[in-house]
Structures are given as C-alpha cells and as structure tokens.
C-alpha cells in the first residue's frame, strides 16, 4: 500500500499539480495589471519623424521610404514580476485605394528589464517603408506603437497607442 | 474434493476480471487523452492547439523546448502577432512575429510579412522559391500563451526514440503489474 513507487507518484504527482497552479496564478495575476481606463495613461511616449532620409520607386514599381525619427518611451509600468520582456515596435499604418489597411513595421526593440524601459533615442528605419504600388506621395502616415508583453509563463499581451502622423513629400529624393 | 474445484474456479475469472479490468482502464486513459485533444482543437479551431518551439529565432522571448498554445479566431491578422505558419515545400511549421500586413479594400484578403525577432533579415528567404507573402490560408494560428521548458519531453523524445520506447515500457509494465 504504501510502497516507494505509490509514493514517488503521490510527491511527482502533487508536484506538477502546484506546478501549474503556481503557473497559472502568476499568469492570472498579471491581470491585475492591466490599465483600467485608456492605455495612453499606461505607456507614455512620443514619436515624431524629423527626416526623410530616401524616397524613391522602385523599379518594380513600388514607393520606397527611409525616415529617421526620435523616440521617447517610458514603458516601465508594463512590467510585472512575470514579465520576460517587453517587444516594442513603431508601425506606419495608411489608407490606400487598393488596400484598407497598410501595416508596416519601421522599427523594433526588445527590453529586457525594467531599468531600461524608459529611454529617448534617434534611429532610422530599420526595416524601410515600401508600399505595393506607388501611393505614397502625399500620403499621410499614422505612427503607431505595438508593444507585446511576453511573460515568463501564461498569457501574452498585446496593446497599441497612436502616436503621431505626418505627410510623406509631394515629390521623390 | 468439490470445493478445491469450486476455488480454482474462482481464481481463474478473477483474474480474468482483474485483467479485463486493466484494459478497460487503458483505454480509459488513452480515449481521455484523446478527448482533451481534440476538445482543445474544438476550442481553440486550430489543428494543433499546442505546439513546441525547435529553433532559437524567437530568443530571447521563446527558447528551444517552451510550448506555445495556439488561437484561430476569424479576427484579421495584424502586425505583432505572432503567428504559426506552414510553407509549401517544408514541412515542421514556423513561428515568428507578423511584421508587415497589407489588406485588400474589395475582398479583404492580406498580405503578410513575418520575421524572427532574433533573426537578421525577414522570412522571404524561408518562403518557397519566389514566395513574397503569406496568405491568410498559411497561417495555422496565432500564439496566446506560453510555457517554458516543457516542450523539452517532446523534443528529447522525437531526437532519442529509445527514451520513448523505453518509457511506453515501463508504464506498459506498469499498468500490467499494478494491482489495485
């Protein structure tokens, strides 16, 4: 009845059991976390293009942009005690007739810990901004920042806050 | 010498009981799992509800061995998410971050770009030969919830069947021996 077997798998069994009830409580703690009212309170930050370094077509015939632009984020509240990292990237998000939505992901970051959720910093494109086609003069561009909470363990959590927009040039670089 | 007949007897269908009783019980445990899998399929309307990372291109948010559970609703991808993908021609799926998105205003069909966020450059390359684009057909899910370390099973188990088929033994014996 009470061999050395049956009591491997009572403490194994009884182990995993706290295991993923520990699990699940620090996932289900992070709720408690979330902004109740509007997340602009939750993160701030602020983006604004100070350059358009490339605008040209490609020769397939596609709009290609680099811009340069300063970013200052103070994201500390997003993270708990079950946070892993924080992803954060700017995405262009613009309206042309073919397509309903363009999304396009200029710049990302990944931060580790919360010492270093909050910073200003200068950068360009890292990846550029080219349409399907040849829309984008004159275009006006929203500014988007997505962050992606990735937990140690459970559930993951996306948001986003509009930022900025502002008027690609009337005419190529 | 009637009653040494009527014990004998009485050994013989309990042990018959007491192993029909086994098997029963095994295929309890068997069709349970099954169950609960394809219930999560149900759930979740992914063909594979759970799924273990096998490359570091997600580091440092997914390692080698953590498990991703999967959700596909009909809500539109968008740039963020991170999606798991099959491209034609390969066959173990991928996971990696959307990070580009076009939808068409007729039909509503999208364009999607993906990327490792520990990878350099984009996915194109991982595409099939001359494959810009994912479509929304590519797309098996979108991860919702993670797990650390506990794909590693799975993993130590496909790369080393010996492990596998020596554990199948030993609960096999197990279940066989165990009298309760």
Redesign the interface.
């Known amino acids: 009845m009470h061999s050395f077997?049956y009591r491997l798998n009572t403490v194994l069994t009884f182990a995993l059991l706290l295991l993923a009830v520990l699990?699940g409580a620090a996932?289900f703690l992070d709720a408690f976390n979330s902004p109740l009212s509007a997340s602009s309170s939750y993160v701030q930050a602020n983006a604004q293009v100070v350059k358009v370094n490339r605008f040209r077509r490609q020769l397939n015939g596609a709009d290609e942009v680099s811009l340069t632009f300063n970013v200052s984020l103070d994201m500390k509240r997003l993270f708990t005690w079950n946070t892993?990292?924080v992803?954060v990237?700017l995405?262009a998000e613009y309206e042309?007739?073919?397509?309903?939505?363009?999304?396009?992901?200029l710049w990302?970051h990944?931060i580790?810990d919360k010492d270093q959720a909050m910073f200003q910093t200068k950068v360009t494109t890292k990846?550029p901004l080219i349409d399907?086609g040849s829309n984008l003069r004159g275009r006006k561009v929203d500014l988007i920042l997505?962050w992606?909470v990735?937990?140690?363990?459970?559930?993951?959590i996306?948001d986003?806050l509009r930022l900025s927009d502002f008027h690609l040039p009337e005419a190529y670089t | 010498m009637g009653w040494l007949s009527d014990s004998l007897d009485s050994i013989r269908t309990l042990q018959i009981r007491h192993v029909l009783t086994q098997i029963v019980s095994l295929g309890m445990i068997v069709t349970s799992a099954l169950i609960i899998w394809k219930g999560l399929m149900c759930v979740t309307g992914s063909e594979s509800p759970v799924v273990v990372v096998l490359s570091g291109s997600m580091e440092?948010?997914f390692k080698r061995g953590d498990i991703l559970f999967l959700h596909m609703s009909k809500d539109p991808i968008?740039?963020?998410?991170?999606v798991v993908f099959n491209v034609d021609g390969r066959e173990i799926p991928i996971v990696h971050?959307v990070?580009?998105?076009?939808?068409?205003?007729d039909t509503?069909e999208v364009?999607i770009l993906t990327k490792g966020?520990n990878n350099f450059g984009?996915d194109r390359l991982l595409y099939a030969h001359g494959q810009l684009w994912l479509q929304r057909h590519h797309i098996m899910g979108r991860?919702?919830?993670?797990?650390?370390y506990v794909g590693w099973v799975t993993i130590i188990m496909t790369e080393k069947p010996i492990i596998k088929y020596l554990l199948i033994g030993a609960l096999g014996l197990?279940v066989i021996t165990s009298k309760e």
């Open positions: 077997g699990c996932s892993k990292q992803f990237f995405a042309t007739p073919k397509n309903a939505l363009n999304q396009i992901s990302d990944i580790l990846y399907q997505h992606h990735m937990p140690k363990t459970g559930r993951m996306r986003k | 440092p948010g968008r740039a963020g998410e991170i971050r990070i580009k998105v076009h939808e068409r205003q509503g364009d966020d984009d991860a919702v919830g993670f797990l650390p197990l």
